[in-house]
Every structure is written in C-alpha cells, then in structure tokens.
C-alpha cells in the first residue's frame, strides 16, 4: 500500500519514476535495498563501457540526481524520504567501478553499498546530517558508493 506522503508522486512524471528508482522505492520494505536491486540490470547495461563513458555517465546521473531528487522532495514536502532511491544507483554505479567481472562481484558490491549506505560511518553521517536538498540526498550515497569500491578492489586484489 502507498504511503499517503508518495501520493503527490506520479510515475507518469519522468523525474519522479527515476526518482523512485522506477517504483522499486514504492517497496513497503526496504525500499533504499529495493533501488539497490533495481539499480544492478542499468549496472549489466553499463558494465562493459569503456572507463571514461561509464565515469561520465555516473557524473551525468549524479548532476540530473539532484534535480531529479529536489523534484520529489519538493512534490512530498519531505526531505530524503524512503522511496526516494535515484541516490543509490548512482551510489552502486560508483561501487561497482572497474569491479571484477562475476555474479559474485555484483553480490558483494551490493552488499557493501548497502553497509555504507544504512551504517553511515563518518564521514558519511556527518554530510548526511549537514548537506540537504537533492545535493545532500546525492552526496551522501556517492560518499557510501566510494567506500564501498575501495572496499571491493581491496577484496578483488586479496581474492
């Protein structure tokens, strides 16, 4: 059931379908690890770019994330409410950087990203409180998806 708050979130408007992750954030449960999900068949899209385009699209995505994400915020009047999860395929995009090629990279990407993204250890906490607006609900995940892909290329060259 939709909550009351998402009512004035239409997917027939562009920026909020991306916005709700094209309604994987609608999920009653876990819609920030329902994005996540969503967000790995755009990463098997993507994956097999050359390194510059694949950069240039999470810049682009990350850009459009702000807009994208004021609009929804704007339309529920709250700022980084749940079903809002454009930040986290853009966030898993950037943890699954020059990742291995395997199943089991794409599993431990996600797991890693979604550590970061509901730990929120310092300094992710720290521009989560203090940055708002669509900047701050992009910031926050780019942060977790940085320390997620340090986390991952340590494993791929451990493993």
């Known amino acids: 059931m939709r ?3 998402l009512a004035a979130l239409k997917l027939s408007n562009p920026l909020h ?3 709700l992750g094209f309604g994987s954030g609608l999920s009653p449960i876990m819609p920030g690890t329902m994005g996540t999900l969503a967000a790995i068949p755009l990463y098997l899209l993507i994956q097999g770019l050359p390194l510059w385009l694949y950069v ?4 682009v995505g990350f850009v459009a994330g702000i807009k994208i994400c004021n609009a929804a915020t704007s339309a529920i009047g709250r700022h980084d409410h749940g079903a809002i999860v454009w930040d986290e395929f853009i966030g898993f995009g950037v943890t699954m950087l ?4 395997g199943w089991q990279w794409i ?3 996600f797991v890693l990203f979604r550590f970061f993204d509901m730990v929120k250890p310092w300094p992710i906490s720290w ?3 203090r940055v708002h607006g669509g900047f701050g609900i992009m910031l926050d995940d780019l942060i977790a998806g940085l320390f997620a892909l340090v986390c991952l290329q340590g494993l791929a060259l451990y493993l």
């Open 3 to 5: 909550k009351p708050e």
């Open 17 to 19: 379908l991306l916005a």
């Open 56 to 59: 240039a699209l999470l810049v």
């Open 98 to 101: 020059a990742a291995p090629a």
């Open 107 to 109: 599993a431990i990407g």
């Open 127 to 129: 521009f989560d409180r």
